[in-house]
């Protein structure tokens, strides 16, 4: 039996190693039992003069990140907002800001345009403006906001806000990052790969000579940006926004997943003004500028596990529950299947890209489910016809692994793994061998093991650091506290990750959403939709210790829209 014990979204390539994407393969590995009591361990300076070196340091980050401040504040400039050309069923505002370039070298005078979207307050009195980042990094704020996402949005934040999405610095329009001449370059190394450290004995050599390839191009064709699309300069430029409002100069903000990370850097590098945040998805920041996040697949294997558990109970709405009753019957079954299409794969047509489906493909398209329960009753019909040789029920997979349109243009191709790798100092890389950090990501989960440890794989190689990085210790008090939410059983974000980064943030509250799905809106809850609204709206944190149960249960056929639904009337 391979149950565990213990407790939004765009399909990308699988061969794409930076979005969250699965190229894992179990080779004879069982599984074990999976722990959720993930910790930080915090390092003490080892001497009083490594107590003076560190004060002398931080204090001289903080005067540039003050003096960084008053010089915003005096060359203050405004939005430039237009009408959207490329959305026309929401109403929503395009616009741009010109930030500085380069934050640490003050001798510059160049300058960058964010590019960003704005969506009104339905209701009046307007309370302000709240920024939203949907994740990554990478991820494309104007897309978020203007695509599906943003009525629901407004909704949830209770309609008395404003509302901005922004592409981060290296994303859309907003000095795009591109390590590529052309496209023909970019595909032959996306084709290349692996990057499925599992998927032979050749992949984990294989895998450093194309994350080599990445870093010699990118070192070719992007150096003159590479160091400066980081999270550091983000923050900042998150601060020229709310400056160029106008309004009281305090951030309000929603970040989801990565978005966390960057609203946990935002917070501790200008804590004095922060109004009310919300992180959603919680990585755990010290993991994440460390790179090596293992904590984050720490409910991996368990969350998985709730697909087979709710399909048994729900076999109405889940094709594979005429196949048995017992879940982790079902859990065998389809690791097995994963297996056998390693060395058997599943051919459903003439093309040979998209019509076979091998152990690659199937795994990109459960990291895909895994992270959407709305997605899982497709997902099962996809398995089951794998399991029976329905090739028509097969066919359905490739809805959970082709790419959507986009809103917006997608120019900064390489801005995921360029973003996540300057973001982690060098002198926190290189210090343990591979075998180790490949073994500590494996046990950790099954599942999502082989891809993280792919990450880790990358550091070594990388050429640039990002300018402008916090090195703090995310020990802070906020003028506002700071409001986490974290899933319960989260594939990507789990609860611990939000009681470790709330507890360096004093006076923040922890709300549990115990629902699957990567962030909260992933398995609604009217409890949590209620609690981060009455928060923006009326500042009021619930009290510590509180816990939302998801609204519908697994396989029922409801989306997050029936759950906004609901809020709205309420």
């Not at 704005?118 to 403006?129: D, R």
Request: proline fraction near 6%.
């Amino acid at each position: 039996m391979r149950l565990g014990s213990g407790h939004t979204s765009v399909a990308n390539d699988c061969r794409d190693p930076w979005l969250p994407t699965v190229c894992l393969f179990r080779q004879g590995l069982k599984r074990r039992p999976t722990s959720t009591n993930a910790s930080v361990v915090y390092q003490k300076p080892s001497s009083p003069q490594a107590v003076l070196k560190m004060l002398h340091r931080e204090t001289l980050t903080s005067l540039l990140f003050l003096s960084v401040a008053i010089g915003e504040h005096l060359s203050k400039r405004n939005i430039t907002w237009f009408p959207c050309q490329e959305v026309t069923s929401l109403d929503v505002t395009c616009g741009f800001l010109t930030v500085p370039l380069d934050y640490v070298n003050t001798s510059s005078t160049e300058t960058l345009r964010l590019s960003m979207v704005k969506m009104n307050a339905s209701k009046q009195p307007k309370q302000g403006t709240i920024l939203l980042n949907p994740g990554g990094p990478g991820s494309s704020g104007r897309e978020f906001l203007a695509g599906a996402d943003g009525p629901g949005l407004r909704i949830a934040t209770g309609g008395t806000f404003d509302l901005i999405g922004f592409d981060p610095r290296g994303v859309g329009d907003t000095l795009p990052f591109s390590c590529f001449k052309n496209d023909s370059l970019r595909a032959n190394y996306n084709i290349k790969g692996p990057v499925c450290l599992n998927s032979s004995d050749t992949a984990i050599g294989a895998t450093r000579a194309v994350r080599a390839v990445l870093a010699k191009s990118c070192e070719e064709n992007a150096k003159d940006t590479a160091q400066l699309i980081g999270t550091g300069y983000v923050a900042r430029d998150m601060m020229q926004i709310v400056d160029a409002l106008g309004e009281n100069g305090l951030l309000n903000y929603w970040g989801f997943s990565y978005g966390s990370a960057l609203g946990a850097t935002v917070a501790a590098m200008f804590p004095e003004r922060m109004g009310k945040v919300v992180l959603d998805g919680v990585l755990n920041p010290f993991d994440y500028f460390s790179g090596r996040d293992v904590s984050q697949l720490t409910a991996t294997d368990l969350s998985f596990d709730g697909f087979f558990t709710g399909c048994v109970a729900n076999p109405e709405m889940c094709a594979l529950g005429e196949l048995t009753s017992d879940a982790g019957e079902l859990s065998d079954k389809v690791y097995d299947l994963f297996y056998h299409l390693k060395y058997n794969p599943f051919v459903t047509g003439p093309d040979a890209v998209s019509d076979i489906i091998d152990y690659t493909f199937l795994k990109n398209a459960a990291w895909s489910a895994i992270i959407r329960p709305v997605s899982w009753p497709l997902f099962a019909i996809g398995l089951h016809g794998l399991l029976t040789n329905n090739m028509t029920e097969a066919r359905t997979l490739s809805s959970l692994t082709t790419p959507q349109p986009t809103i917006f243009p997608d120019n900064g191709k390489e801005a995921v793994p360029a973003i996540r790798l300057s973001d982690v100092p060098r002198k926190r890389v290189n210090t343990t061998s591979f075998e180790e950090i490949l073994a500590e990501f494996y046990t950790t989960s099954d599942l999502l093991g082989d891809l993280y440890a792919s990450i880790a794989l990358s550091y070594r190689d990388w050429p640039f650091k990002a300018k402008g990085a916090y090195l703090g210790d995310f020990r802070v008090k906020t003028r506002n506290p700071i409001l986490f939410v974290g899933g319960k059983l989260d594939p990507l974000t789990p609860l611990t990750n939000a009681y470790n980064a709330s507890a360096g943030f004093e006076g923040s509250v922890v709300l549990e959403h115990n629902g699957y799905g990567h962030t909260s809106p992933s398995d609604p809850s009217l409890c949590t939709a209620k609690a981060i609204r009455a928060y923006f709206v009326n500042g009021t944190l619930p009290l510590p210790g509180t816990k939302c149960e998801p609204l519908f249960g697994l396989f029922s056929g409801n989306t997050t829209a029936d759950a906004l639904a609901l809020l709205d009337i309420s």
